[in-house]
């Protein structure tokens, strides 16, 4: 009877590596952009989907630079007034125009809401 109640080590050590993993195939699945809410048309949203992406994998240390290539091309293709946050963990409410606001997390955590407002 008391056997049956000791732990088997070795399941306990079999469900760590299944731990680590899980946890790569998490990462790994979530490497792709994710569009949590946009008005924007489709064209548009593509564009700055792709260019968020390429910005975010450019300069992964640095969100501030990441921010600034979006915000500058975003200006240059579609007009001024253009608005950039990147990082983990914040909230917002923003006034926006209609059909131009993005909202999308890259590499599991970090987010990005890019929108236009003159």
């Known amino acids: 009877m008391l056997a049956?109640?000791?732990?088997?080590?070795?399941v306990g050590m079999a469900g760590t590596g299944e731990g680590k993993k899980e946890e790569a195939d998490y990462k790994r699945l979530h490497s792709f952009p994710l569009i949590?809410?946009?008005?924007?048309?489709?064209?548009?949203?593509?564009?700055?989907m792709e260019l968020c992406v390429t910005a975010c994998e450019k300069?992964?240390?640095?969100?501030?630079?990441?921010?600034?290539?979006?915000?500058e091309s975003m200006d240059k293709k579609f007009g001024s007034s253009w608005h950039v946050v990147i990082g983990e963990g914040f909230g917002f409410e923003v006034t926006h125009e209609v059909k131009n606001l993005l909202?999308?997390?890259?590499?599991?955590?970090?987010?990005v809401c890019v929108w236009k407002c003159s």
Do not use: C
């Open 103 to 111: 909202y999308m997390f890259f590499g599991g955590s970090l987010a």
């Open 59 to 71: 300069y992964a240390t640095n969100n501030e630079s990441a921010a600034k290539m979006i915000k």
């Open 36 to 48: 949590r809410h946009t008005d924007m048309p489709e064209e548009m949203r593509v564009e700055t």
């Open 4 to 10: 049956n109640l000791v732990p088997n080590t070795g």
